[in-house]
C-alpha cells in the first residue's frame, strides 16, 4: 500500500516544492509550487500561476526533494561548518569538496583543506557523517548526526528520509518525486 503525504513528513520539509493534484484529486491536473504553511486542513501552497496561496489536502501532494548525492559544493561545506565550526575560524576560504563514487561504490561525499588534517565525509546513502583524522576523544563522538545538519539538509530540500522512513523509501512510497534539476553534480 501506498504511503501518503503526512503533515508530520511535509513539517520537516517546510518550504519544499510540492507537486499537487488540486482539483479533487484529479492525476492529469497537477500543478507544482511551494510550500508555505501548513494547517489542520492540508497545505498552504504558493503556485507561480495563481497570485494568492492555495490550500490543498496534504494527501493530494508529494514533496519534490533532491537526493542528499546530488548535495552542492557550498552545500556540502555548510555541513562540514556545522559539524566542525572550530576548523572554519582561520581557513574560511580554500575547502575542497570532493565525490568519490568509484573507490567507495556509494555516494560518499568528503569536505577538506589542503592545510587542514581533518575532513568531513558525507555518506549519502546512509545519511551520515563523519570527522577524518580526529580522534574520538576529541570530538566526543566518531559519526555524527546532529539535529542540526538534519535541519539543515531539510530547509535545503535534500531528501534525507523521516523518521523510519529511508530516503529511498519516501521515493518508494510515492511520498516524494526526485528533482531532477541538478544541484550539485
Given at each position: 500500500m501506498e504511503q501518503k503525504l503526512t503533515a508530520a513528513i511535509a513539517a520537516s520539509y517546510f518550504g519544499a516544492d510540492v507537486i499537487c493534484a488540486p482539483y479533487g484529486g484529479?492525476?492529469?491536473?497537477?500543478i507544482t509550487g511551494t510550500?508555505?504553511?501548513?494547517?489542520?486542513?492540508g497545505i498552504?501552497?504558493?503556485?507561480?500561476?495563481?497570485?494568492s496561496p492555495h490550500q490543498i489536502a496534504t494527501d493530494q501532494c508529494q514533496l519534490i526533494l533532491t537526493p542528499l548525492s546530488k548535495i552542492s559544493d557550498e552545500d556540502a561545506v555548510e555541513v562540514a561548518k556545522i559539524i566542525m565550526p572550530f576548523c572554519f575560524t582561520n581557513r574560511k576560504n580554500g575547502w575542497k569538496?570532493?565525490?568519490?563514487?568509484?573507490?567507495?561504490?556509494?555516494?560518499?561525499?568528503?569536505?577538506?583543506?589542503?592545510?587542514?588534517?581533518?575532513?568531513?565525509?558525507?555518506?549519502?546513502?546512509?545519511?551520515?557523517?563523519?570527522?577524518?583524522?580526529?580522534?574520538?576523544?576529541?570530538?566526543?563522538?566518531?559519526?555524527?548526526?546532529?539535529?542540526?545538519?538534519?535541519?539543515?539538509?531539510?530547509?535545503?530540500?535534500?531528501?534525507?528520509?523521516y523518521g523510519k522512513y529511508t530516503a529511498q523509501d519516501l521515493v518508494n512510497e510515492g511520498v516524494v518525486i526526485i528533482d531532477t534539476k541538478n544541484k550539485g553534480i
Amino acid at each position: 500500500m501506498e504511503q501518503k503525504l503526512t503533515a508530520a513528513i511535509a513539517a520537516s520539509y517546510f518550504g519544499a516544492d510540492v507537486i499537487c493534484a488540486p482539483y479533487g484529486g484529479q492525476p492529469n491536473r497537477k500543478i507544482t509550487g511551494t510550500m508555505i504553511g501548513l494547517n489542520n486542513h492540508g497545505i498552504d501552497i504558493k503556485f507561480p500561476e495563481w497570485q494568492s496561496p492555495h490550500q490543498i489536502a496534504t494527501d493530494q501532494c508529494q514533496l519534490i526533494l533532491t537526493p542528499l548525492s546530488k548535495i552542492s559544493d557550498e552545500d556540502a561545506v555548510e555541513v562540514a561548518k556545522i559539524i566542525m565550526p572550530f576548523c572554519f575560524t582561520n581557513r574560511k576560504n580554500g575547502w575542497k569538496v570532493t565525490r568519490d563514487y568509484a573507490v567507495t561504490g556509494y555516494p560518499y561525499i568528503k569536505i577538506h583543506h589542503p592545510k587542514k588534517v581533518w575532513s568531513v565525509q558525507i555518506d549519502a546513502t546512509l545519511i551520515n557523517f563523519d570527522v577524518d583524522g580526529m580522534e574520538d576523544r576529541v570530538t566526543g563522538q566518531h559519526d555524527m548526526k546532529p539535529v542540526e545538519v538534519i535541519d539543515y539538509l531539510r530547509s535545503r530540500s535534500y531528501n534525507i528520509g523521516y523518521g523510519k522512513y529511508t530516503a529511498q523509501d519516501l521515493v518508494n512510497e510515492g511520498v516524494v518525486i526526485i528533482d531532477t534539476k541538478n544541484k550539485g553534480i
